[in-house]
């Protein structure tokens, strides 16, 4: 199975703040990448698929690079609604999906 | 698009429960579709997913051979039949479809499955 990687598992930062959030694959997976937001008691929502395309609705904020086996998801200018615990997800391998252990971002 | 869960509860172990996700506003017949799952205050574990005619089924490890996922594409609505049941599957289960990429662009509110005596 292909494992996933997040850091930090937790992040503080205040609004304002540009912070990065690193996922790593334990193989390449090209770019079947993909970045989802969760709040409690809510769904997951996605933000970035396929590495680095914004997902309809999404703030331009947001962005998503990387290739191969290394992934970033950059947030910039922090906004109060943005204080969630992030999740990487990768498709690579069909239908034997995995998601990363998640990064929790705290005011 | 609409996906809403149902089917949860409290089991004791080696029980079962079917889960059913109801789905609405798009080509249901042309989707795979997939279960995930969340202990909760834990992170996100894919369980299950099928193919958009039903043909070809997915399953993690953990759940291989106790779990059963199915369609009906004439209902639009996604099954998840679980048997022997484990403390350990205890979790909010999440309906979810994916779009072109294949990153999951539409979820339920999830259906919470308790596993205890």
């Known amino acids: 199975d292909i494992q996933m990687t997040q850091s930090p598992s937790s992040l503080s930062a205040s609004v304002g703040d540009r912070v990065t959030i690193t996922c790593r694959a334990s193989?390449?997976?090209?770019?079947?990448l993909h970045w989802y937001q969760q709040k409690p008691g809510q769904a997951p929502k996605l933000l970035i698929y396929?590495?680095?395309t914004l997902q309809s609705g999404v703030p331009s904020r947001f962005s998503g690079s990387g290739s191969g086996t290394d992934f970033t998801l950059t947030i910039s200018n922090l906004q109060p609604e943005d204080f969630a615990t992030y999740y990487c997800?990768?498709?690579?391998?069909?239908?034997?999906?995995?998601f990363g252990q998640g990064t929790k971002l705290e005011l | 698009v609409q996906v809403s869960e149902s089917g949860g509860g409290l089991v004791q172990p080696g029980g079962s429960l079917r889960l059913s996700c109801v789905t609405s506003?798009?080509?249901?017949?042309?989707?795979?579709l997939n279960w995930v799952r969340q202990i909760p205050g834990k992170g996100l574990q894919w369980v299950s997913g099928?193919?958009?005619?039903?043909?070809?089924?997915y399953y993690a490890d953990s759940v291989k051979g106790r779990f059963i996922i199915s369609r009906d594409n004439s209902k639009s609505t996604l099954y998840l039949q679980m048997n022997s049941l484990r403390d350990e599957d205890s979790a909010v289960y999440y309906c979810?479809?994916?779009?072109?990429?294949?990153?999951?662009?539409?979820w339920g509110q999830g259906t919470l499955v308790a596993v205890s005596s």
């Open positions: 997800q990768q498709t690579f391998s069909t239908f034997m999906y995995t």
């Open positions: 979810a479809k994916p779009n072109d990429g294949e990153a999951l662009d539409s």
């Open positions: 396929t590495a680095s």
């Open positions: 099928i193919s958009s005619s039903g043909a070809s089924t």
């Open positions: 193989q390449s997976i090209i770019t079947y």
């Open positions: 506003g798009f080509n249901f017949n042309s989707y795979t």
